[in-house]
């Protein structure tokens, strides 16, 4: 129990473009999503708090017009990089909390790739 | 604010060594606390974790820690080190609140020679 995939697991895009990721959380309804943010050799950075039907709580120094998040239901939760430049090439990885546990389950990450 | 601190970026140890990985904590209020282990280009495995009641924690692929509140200090040990661990090692805290994140140390990467 208490998997979180994400999708797509890597993308190669082209600088300007815009790419979504997407969390879901397979066998428990999550009520609160988190984004993170690992570049090379660095710990994860937590970006945005998600809760299901509201905005996203987004950390200092990080940009929501650029880092869309929507938690349009309990199972899932999406990033989108919009208008994507090289410097937001990252690993980007998500964890889900169910409302009954105190633990975040987290995905196995996304690889993001911006020429 | 709550923050971890893993005062070794990189260990060394000879395969069938012992290993202690050190982790500090700074916590308001009773916290829960995380150790994780990440090989290059893939996502994060819970090896262990604790929430309450008995302060040695034992995990997975024979990893066990101990909570001492009393130092703050939520370190991980292995009895005997086997080449497969190699990879970086995540400590990180965080608290009972549904919207509480985790926060997490900067890493010890760690090399196993022969």
């Known amino acids: 129990g208490a998997v979180v995939s994400q999708h797509p697991s890597w993308v190669i895009c082209k600088s300007g473009t815009s790419v979504k990721i997407e969390c879901r959380s397979l066998?428990?309804?999550?009520?609160?999503m988190f984004w993170y943010r690992q570049f090379p050799k660095q710990s994860l950075m937590l970006m945005a708090t998600?809760?299901?039907?509201?905005?996203?709580?987004?950390e200092q120094g990080v940009e929501k017009d650029k880092f869309l998040i929507n938690h349009a239901s309990l199972t899932l939760s999406t990033l989108t990089v919009t208008s994507a430049h090289p410097e937001d090439s990252s690993f980007y990885i998500c964890s889900a909390r169910s409302h009954r546990g105190n633990e975040q389950f987290f995905g196995p990450g996304t690889r993001l790739t911006v020429l | 604010a709550q923050s971890v601190t893993q005062p070794d970026i990189h260990i060394t140890v000879s395969e069938g060594a012992s290993l202690e990985l050190r982790c500090n904590y700074s916590y308001g209020a009773t916290p829960y606390l995380f150790w994780y282990v990440q090989s290059p280009g893939q996502g994060l495995q819970l090896l262990l974790k604790y929430f309450s009641g008995d302060t040695l924690v034992q995990g997975i692929k024979g990893f066990e820690a101990e909570f001492k509140r009393s130092q703050s200090s939520f370190n991980l040990r292995k009895p005997s080190v086997h080449w497969s661990d190699a990879a970086e090692y995540f400590c990180a805290v965080g608290g009972n609140s549904g919207n509480t994140p985790l926060v997490f140390g900067k890493g010890t990467r760690l090399s196993v020679i022969a």
């Open positions: 998600s809760n299901e039907g509201s905005k996203a709580t987004y």
């Open positions: 066998d428990f309804q999550a009520t609160t």
